[in-house]
């Protein structure tokens, strides 16, 4: 298995492969838009589907550890 090499600079960054550099932008992405909408799209349904308050409650306590 072939050591990691760190990038520490944007400049690195862009001097590697356009593969790695789309697959850190695709996982970077994906990153960004769960913390702006994953309470939105995961834990809110997920409370409103809950069928009793202590399932709700529940739910939230689990939403919650997540952040």
Known sequence: MARPEQIDTVEQFHTM????????????????????YGAQVFDEPAIHLAPDPYAKWLTCRVAMEEY
């Open 17 to 36: 492969p356009e593969e790695f550099r789309m697959a850190v932008q695709k996982i970077v992405i994906s990153h960004a838009v769960n913390e702006l």
